[in-house]
């Protein structure tokens, strides 16, 4: 098994300024990180985090203002975060939003789906040994909702299954031997995050945001601890196989889950095929 370590690495993390974000940051500067660029649109809350971890880490941390849902936004952090660090080793899409309404779903996609896909194209021509680049690792964040029918959330649903199909389909072999990229997929159950507040107000429309607080209500047990999630995360970052996509709910360890989506893809497309 190849062990991947974080200390010596240059780290880009989208929607590092809180939450599971956040934690990213503080774990990969323990374990070594060389420097970290936390891109957020929440300034405030993002420089605060960078001057508070910089009074440990002598400097290590620069915040980058980023609405992820602006192209103009992306290329300039990225520009910017390149003129800082000369190389980027670690490119963490963790930005997101849970949101359906009829006001906020076209963002929401936009920093769910467009945003991730466009940085994942910045750092792949900027890693990729093909390109001249040095390799790297790539992480999407998908979400249990791409694994199951989720009615409360078909929007967000539908963009985190576009995350994990795109990511999959990107790290086909023999990607990684011609990149040395190493992309990766967690896929997040329920997690006690500022993600799952103000959950009446996530749906498509008034009545299925009842019905998902009811759902969750019913359930209030069901959160893992950020803690749970922060720990599966960097099983998967320090040990998964490029391509690989992980599991992680419920406070139970991190689970590399790719055979049993590598399989029922093959199935389905079987039946598909030769019906």
């Known amino acids: 098994m190849v062990l991947y370590e974080a ?5 880009l993390i989208t929607g590092g300024a809180s939450g599971l974000g956040a934690a990213y940051v503080e774990t990969f500067l323990d374990l070594g990180a060389k420097n970290v660029a936390v891109l957020d649109v929440a300034e405030e809350t993002g420089k605060a985090l960078a001057d508070r971890l910089n009074k440990k880490n002598l400097g290590k941390v620069i915040f980058i203002k980023c609405d992820v849902s602006k192209e ?27 949101v359906d309404s009829p006001n906020f779903w076209r963002i929401a996609c936009d920093v769910n789906w467009q945003g991730l896909v466009s940085f994942t194209m910045k750092a792949l021509k900027h890693m990729s040994k093909a390109e001249g680049g040095a390799g790297g690792t790539i992480i999407n964040i998908s979400s249990v909702a791409a694994l199951t029918k989720f009615p409360y959330l078909c929007i967000y649903s539908g963009a985190k299954m576009a995350v994990l199909h795109f ?9 990684f031997g011609q990149t040395g990229v190493r992309v990766l997929t967690m896929c997040f159950g329920p997690t006690d995050t500022p993600l799952l507040q103000g959950l009446e107000k996530r749906s498509y429309s008034p009545e299925i945001g009842k019905q998902f607080v009811e759902m969750v209500s019913a359930a209030p047990n069901d959160f893992q601890k950020v803690s749970s999630a922060v720990t599966a995360f960097m099983l998967m970052y320090k040990t998964g196989p490029p391509g690989s996509i992980w599991y992680s709910a419920d406070d139970k360890p991190g689970r590399d889950i790719t055979s049993i989506i590598d399989e029922a ?10 019906a």
């Open 72 to 98: 103009e936004d992306i290329t300039k952090a990225f520009d910017e975060v390149l003129a800082e660090f000369k190389q980027i080793d670690v490119l963490i899409n963790n930005a997101g939003i849970m």
């Open 265 to 274: 893809f093959v199935d389905f497309q079987k039946k598909i095929l030769e």
């Open 7 to 11: 200390k010596g690495k240059n780290f």
């Open 167 to 175: 990511s999959q389909s990107l790290a086909v072999d023999p990607f």
